[in-house]
Every structure is written in C-alpha cells, then in structure tokens.
C-alpha cells in the first residue's frame, strides 16, 4: 500500500505546477484524499481535500481560486492543479488518503504520500 507524490518543482511567482498523487497496492474509490503542506520550521497544514463518494472539495482560504483538486478514479490518482502560485505556496506537499470522509486534521489520515518539494522563487 502506497501513495507516491509528484509533480513539485522550482517555479517564479505567477507560474503553475500540477502535482499527481497515485495509489498503488489499494483503491483509491474510497477514500477521500487531501493535500497538505509544510513549510520549514512550521506545521503541516491542510490545502485542499476531495471526497471519495461525490468528489466534494475542500480549500483552505489561503489557496481558494488559484488551486483546484480533482480526481481520476480510473487512473488512481488525484491532482492538485496549482496557478498564480507565490513564495508563501513554498513547502513540502503531501498527499493522504483517509476512509470514508474527508477530514482537515492531520493525525486522521491513515495513509501518507513521500512528500514532493514547490518552491516559488525568482
């Protein structure tokens, strides 16, 4: 059972990146996943969540317009669309999954991605 993050990277301010967090050994039908972050010397904080039964999303204020989660349930993966992206988006992201319902708190989910680096710097 495992969850590998990807898709993080060195943009400048304004640019885009896509992160791709896929399951494998498991279904990810149903779990509701999430994306959280954590920035050095600081604790991880939830950014966006997507239910399992009718993809339902979450966004943490922070991020609210410029991110977008989506699912594909026949490729096993989900997405974190990230535009207009700003120096304070720098952290670590990682994906987890948590059955059934989504959930902000960390310590809830059962699985947890390997983490994918963003940084947002000129």
């Known amino acids: 059972v495992q969850l590998q993050a990807s898709g993080g990277g060195l943009v400048e301010p304004g640019g885009s990146l896509r992160l791709s967090c896929t399951a494998s050994?498991?279904?990810?039908?149903?779990?509701?996943i999430s994306w959280f972050r954590q920035a050095p010397g600081k604790e991880r904080e939830v950014v966006s969540c997507?239910?399992?039964?009718?993809?339902?999303?979450y966004y943490t204020d922070a991020v609210t317009g410029r991110f977008s989660i989506s699912r594909d349930n026949a490729a096993n993966t989900v997405y974190l669309q990230m535009n207009g992206l700003r120096p304070e988006d720098t952290a670590v992201y990682y994906c987890?999954?948590?059955?059934?319902?989504?959930?902000?708190?960390?310590?809830?989910?059962?699985?947890w991605g390997q983490g994918t680096q963003v940084t947002v710097s000129s």
């Open positions: 987890a999954a948590k059955a059934p319902l989504m959930s902000t708190r960390v310590l809830e989910y059962e699985y």
């Open positions: 050994g498991f279904s990810l039908d149903y779990y509701a």
């Open positions: 997507i239910s399992s039964l009718d993809s339902a999303t």
